[in-house]
């Protein structure tokens, strides 16, 4: 048996794998189950059930994933059946993966695959279980589950013929492997699987194979993230969300999330699903008994949904106009304020306190006060969050009062380098997109755009990424990657050959002179360097993010998945063998 245990996944903290492949004991049942059951003991092990008229093997979640998977030892031994119970979570662009290992397996093999998995969000909350139960006979889908779903439960069924895995066995060089197979205990359940009808032309129509169903990436962030918050909300007991608006691309795609998740309540509403509809009027503050439905997602969205553009005077009317459009456009409750005079109370405190005034550098101050100045206003945004979301359902005459979800709105990539300041609006309740890239957001905002009939996002997508916390002059406006000092896609690459290729600077340094040959081996160097000096320092932020939704593979998420010391040791080693080796090269 196998284990997950890496990335989100520490099994082994609960569990110790069965580690005797074919292996089996007599296990003695307790005296209170003999009673109800008449048994005295039950086989625990490895081991095969045995039909009247088929063997049906058993494989577990992570198995499926390992390069000796249980599946193909129990086909040779005589399995026609597959079964595997899994909890795989949704990770974007995953779905292919794990069909392409199911229907190998089922094609490989020879067998019928009945594949179950986990839906909605487990205890943990990272983590978002998509579903999409499927079954394959011989590498042929016969019947899929949806991904994305917000029913508790979903069963799909297939009639099929078992003769076919007969005929897929019949290659002499799978019969010579037999032979070598393990031979595994059977428990005997003295049913039969098969219709007894003899006669062909009165047998149960057998299913029509179909092609896999995959959702596309910008699609499947709307949908997999819709359903998290909603499973998170309800399960919550909250009374809706609040989302400071800054009109940028991070929270305009969070607000258009939490739109994705109103269409797909409304839908799930308009179809009759009852336990939808009962959480949602909790939700509303409704009775059990009312009537009323939301005749649109943005009617519901002006229920729950909350907005707020927190300006100062760093910040310009286009971004303002465009959040105003964009609440406007999805229903959702709006404020548009300005706090300046929050800002200038600390300021006026810090002068009368030690007699200096702070500037932004455009004014003359150095980049530690401009830095000061800007953590200022983003930690009251944050502190204004919670106000507010203590605070609307009562000004709002919401029966029963209740808090709102404060929602985050900060992605992989500026997490990863750690463009953010500890405790502002990126602190939350939740992030729905702390896990998914600056590309992929865009693409679902362009994606959004037309699905969702939302015309205003262009205006988002267009936009040059801005913090909006230094004073705007004629020829300087704040610029996101000028700041960070590379771009959203060097981070993303990065991440990636950090988290899933594993690399140090040294490898990583031969990896990128190889990717960017339009640069000297010095300046692939210097931003090697750079980005590993950024995840370093700023490795303490990753230590208090925001709970997110789990959705890239190269997540720096210190709490579950990326589990690093964040008092980071200094990599003068790796430094100094690249110097050598640009040296060497240099010389020659």
């Excluded at 007894?196 to 993230?225: C, F, T, W, Y």
Aim: charged share 20%; net charge negative; proline share 4%.
């Amino acid at each position: 048996m196998s284990l997950a245990n890496d990335g989100l996944f520490r099994e082994m903290r609960w569990f110790t794998p069965w580690q005797g492949r074919s292996e089996w004991v007599h296990f003695s049942l307790p005296s209170t189950i003999q009673e109800v059951t008449g048994q005295e003991s039950v086989s625990f092990g490895d081991l095969v059930l045995e039909a009247l008229d088929t063997l049906i093997g058993l494989e577990m979640c992570e198995e499926l994933f390992t390069p000796s998977n249980p599946g193909t030892q129990l086909s040779l031994s005589g399995c026609e059946i597959i079964c595997n119970s899994s909890a795989s979570h949704w990770q974007i662009r995953k779905l292919r993966d794990r069909l392409r290992l199911i229907q190998g397996s089922s094609k490989k093999n020879g067998s019928l695959y009945i594949y179950a998995n986990q839906q909605g969000c487990e205890g943990e909350g990272r983590e978002y279980f998509d579903g999409c139960a499927l079954i394959a006979i011989n590498g042929e889908i016969v019947a899929q589950a949806s991904q994305f779903s917000l029913n508790d439960v979903e069963v799909c069924s297939a009639t099929v013929d078992l003769d076919e895995i007969w005929d897929a066995w019949y290659p002499p060089a799978r019969r010579m492997q037999v032979g070598g197979s393990p031979t595994y205990e059977h428990v005997k359940l003295g049913v039969s699987l098969t219709s007894a009808q003899q006669n062909p032309l009165l047998s149960p129509q057998l299913s029509a194979k179909r092609p896999a169903i995959v959702v596309e990436p910008e699609e499947e962030i709307g949908l997999a993230a819709g359903c998290w918050i909603w499973d998170y909300l309800r399960r919550s007991g909250q009374a809706g969300a609040f989302l400071p608006l800054s009109g940028g691309i991070d929270s305009a795609a969070t607000a258009v999330i939490f739109f994705s998740t109103a269409r797909l309540v409304h839908a799930a509403v308009q179809h009759g699903n009852q336990q939808v509809i009962k959480d949602m009027l909790r939700v509303c503050a409704e009775q059990p008994d009312s009537e009323w439905r939301p005749s649109t997602p943005q009617e519901l969205c002006k229920r729950i949904f909350h907005t707020c553009f927190m300006g100062t005077q760093n910040s310009s009317e286009e971004t303002r106009s465009r959040a105003k459009q964009l609440a406007s456009a999805i229903g959702s409750w709006h404020i548009d304020m300005n706090f300046d005079i929050i800002v200038r109370s600390f300021t006026t405190l810090f002068t009368t306190l030690f007699g200096r005034t702070l500037r932004f550098r455009s004014e003359g101050g150095s980049n530690q006060e401009g830095l000061a100045l800007q953590n200022i206003q983003s930690r009251v945004r944050m502190v204004l969050s919670y106000l507010f979301a203590s605070t609307l359902t009562i000004v709002r005459g919401r029966e029963g009062g209740c808090n709102l979800l404060v929602l985050g709105s900060a992605n992989v990539d500026e997490c990863l380098r750690g463009y953010l300041t500890k405790y502002d609006c990126s602190s939350a309740d939740i992030n729905p997109i702390g896990g998914i890239s600056k590309g992929d957001l865009s693409n679902f905002l362009r994606f959004a755009k037309t699905e969702y009939g939302l015309d205003i996002l262009e205006s988002f997508i267009s936009a040059t990424p801005t913090a909006e916390l230094e004073p705007i002059t004629n020829d300087y406006v704040q610029s996101d990657e000028v700041d960070m000092g590379c771009t959203y896609h060097e981070l993303g690459l990065f991440g990636r050959l950090r988290k899933i290729n594993k690399l140090g600077p040294w490898s990583m340094w031969i990896r990128l002179c190889n990717e960017w040959p339009n640069l000297s081996p010095t300046q692939v160097y210097h931003k090697t360097r750079f980005l590993w000096h950024y995840f370093g320092i700023n490795r303490h932020k990753q230590e208090i993010l925001t709970p997110s939704l789990h959705a890239e593979t190269y997540s720096p998420d210190s709490n579950r998945f990326d589990l690093l010391p964040f008092l980071r040791p200094p990599l003068t080693w790796a430094y100094e063998k690249i110097e050598r080796a640009i040296a060497e090269v240099e010389g020659s």
